[in-house]
């Protein structure tokens, strides 16, 4: 990194996001005259059921996580953005059943047309009931919250997971993940395309409070990842 270069933090959950992701923001800002440092690191810090610290700590903590790590300074830092994946955070608890069937190819899975999450055990559905009820009630104190540590803060979300939003189906294996977003990146090279798609198949969260995902069944295929492309812009107008 040079020593004029802003480094933007983005927290994701998986490499099959940041790979998603890279190529649209580097498309964002590479005329700006302003040099950026897109600094992406990764983890699923919200779903962790033993955490007790509230959630805008927990960012802190990553974000201090990542200054140490890349020896960063504060001052260096213009942005940071948080993708999620929403999972099954807003599915309603009565919608997790136990099965016995030998189709599940992981200890859970969605059942979009009952609209069910099929687990494999009691145990892992309760374990599961457990750490998306933690992750929710993250999800919605970060969801309004404009700054951490007095750095920039937005956060972003697929549900139920990114290649749900980009292919209308969930993958349970990371090479098949990986493979959606590298045939998305492919069909859809640029950030215009990209915003294209999502309101061709009215896939973009219109409301501020998340009102459509939080009053849906917790499977309604939905992001705000557009509010991660015009928020780039305007940063890079303003630099």
């Known amino acids: 990194m040079t020593e004029t270069a802003q480094v933007i933090i983005i927290i994701v959950e998986g490499d099959n996001d940041a790979d998603l992701l ?12 302003t040099q950026y440092h897109f600094e992406i690191t990764r983890g699923d810090i919200l779903g962790d059921n033993k955490r007790y610290s509230k959630a805008p ?22 942005k940071v953005y948080q993708i999620v994946d929403i999972d099954g955070c ?26 069910k999450v099929l687990c494999d055990s009691d145990e892992h559905k309760q374990q599961l009931k457990k750490s998306w009820t933690a992750k929710r009630h993250r999800l919605l104190e970060l969801k309004g919250v404009s700054s951490i ?17 980009l292919s209308g189906d969930v993958k349970y294996v990371q090479e098949d993940k990986l493979d959606v977003v590298e045939q998305f990146i492919e069909d859809y090279p640029t950030v215009a395309l990209f915003t294209q798609f999502l309101n061709h198949n009215s896939l973009i969260d219109t409301t501020n409070e998340w009102q459509q995902l939080r009053e849906s069944n917790g499977f309604l295929r939905m992001t705000n990842i557009d509010r991660v492309f015009q928020d780039n812009r305007t940063l890079v107008n303003q630099s």
Not at 57 to 78: L, P
């Open 57 to 78: 700590n927990t960012i802190q903590k990553q974000i201090k996580a990542v200054m140490e790590r890349q020896k960063f300074r504060k001052t260096d830092i213009k």
């Open 90 to 115: 807003f599915i309603n608890q009565g919608d997790f059943l136990v099965t016995t069937s030998p189709h599940l190819i992981v200890s859970h899975q969605y059942d979009f047309n009952l609209t």
């Open 22 to 33: 890279q190529q649209y923001v580097n498309e964002l800002t590479d005329h700006s005259e």
């Open 149 to 165: 540590w007095n750095i920039p803060y937005t956060l972003a979300y697929f549900s139920v997971t990114s290649e749900h939003v």
